[in-house]
């Protein structure tokens, strides 16, 4: 088994980060469909389904972001801001917060909005009508996860680190994703 680890996590670290982002972003949507099914029910709408195309699009969405976090935890994020003292991992939350954080963000909603089959126009609208929102929630959440991240954290384990930490954060971007959906 340790010598599996070892093996994923140096000479297969860019597959096991892509499937780890893929496969906890599926998992933050089946969290998030069971709560909104849940929910419903509750409020006394038992016609609310479980929707697989959904959480085959989150889990793609998670493949394809994947490898963007991978190659930020991994090399870039340590390029741009060099050292491990306390003062550079700030400026490295700062950088993260300031340069990947909204590029991802854009990422995931105007991806989502194109598997969901949506035009440009469509997916760009995801962009605004989430992207405030989503931005103000991860500035409060990541600063400290990053801090952890960045300080203690060896460079091949950051990105799944990261991964482990957005279950919940999945979770609410599926949430924000798909609220409008809830109400139908």
Known sequence: ?????KQLFSKYLIITNTVT?????G???VITQNLEIEYASRMGN???????????????MGLMIGPLGHFW?????????????PKVVLKKIGVDQIIFTPIITCIFFGGMGLLEGKDVKGAVNEIKNNF????????CVWPPAQYINFHL???????VYVSSMTLCWNT???YMKHRDMTTE
């Open 27 to 29: 998992l933050g949507d």
């Open 132 to 139: 405030i929102a989503v931005y103000s929630v991860d500035c």
């Open 1 to 5: 088994m340790a010598a599996i680890l």
């Open 73 to 85: 935890y991994t090399k870039l994020a340590d390029k741009l801001v060099l050292g491990t003292g």
């Open 21 to 25: 982002s893929g496969t906890l972003l």
């Open 46 to 60: 038992t016609s609310h389904d479980y929707d697989v195309r959904r959480t085959g699009r989150m889990f793609l």
């Open 153 to 159: 954290i060896p460079a091949r384990f950051r990105s």
């Open 172 to 174: 609410f971007l599926s």
